[in-house]
C-alpha cells in the first residue's frame, strides 16, 4: 500500500527525509543543528520537519546502524513513536553509549524513519485466556 505523507520544512537548513536506496524501509532524517553529545548523555536534536500522517499510521524513529556501530550512538526511546495527530516539529532523543563525545553537525543522518500502519483494536476484559503452547513461558523460555 502507498501513502501520501506530507511534510512541511520549517527551518532553511531542514531536508525531507529519503531512502538511501531503492525498497529501504526507513528514511533518513537530518539534522539542522550542531551539538555535542558528551559520553553517558543525550541531547535532542532538531530536524526542522513537520508531518501529516495518514489515518491509520504512525512514524517510527529508529537508530541508524552505522552511527550505533562505529560511535555507539543510538536514539534512546527507540522506537520513538509519531502519532498521526502530531503536528509538531520531529525531533530525535539521541544518546551517547561511547566513551568519546559526538558531534553532531548539520545536515548529518541523525536517524531513520518508518512509516507504519497501526491495528485499530478495541480491548476487551475478561476472565480467562485460550491456552498456547507456549502459555505463561517468557524471559529465556526458548534456551540462551
Partial sequence: MT??????????EAKLPYRANEGDA??????????TIKPGKTELIRTGIKLE??????AQV???????????ITVLNS???????????????????????????KQMRIAQ?????????????TEGLTESARDIGGFGSSGS
Avoid at 501513502?3 to 532553511?12: G, S
Avoid at 512509516?115 to 480491548?123: E, N
Fill in 79 to 105: 522506537p520513538g513513536t509519531i502519532d498521526e495527530g502530531y503536528r509538531g516539529e520531529i525531533k530525535v532523543i539521541l544518546i551517547n553509549h561511547g566513551l568519546e563525545d559526538f558531534s553532531v553537525n
Fill in 3 to 12: 501513502y501520501t505523507v506530507k511534510v512541511m520544512l520549517v527551518d532553511k
Fill in 113 to 125: 524513519m518508518v512509516i507504519a500502519p497501526v491495528a485499530q483494536v478495541s480491548l476487551v476484559k
Fill in 53 to 58: 500522517l495518514p489515518h491509520g499510521t504512525e
Fill in 62 to 72: 529508529r537508530p541508524r546502524s552505522g552511527l550505533a556501530l562505529k560511535h555507539s
Fill in 26 to 35: 526507513g528514511m533518513d532524517l537530518f539534522s539542522i543543528e550542531e551539538k
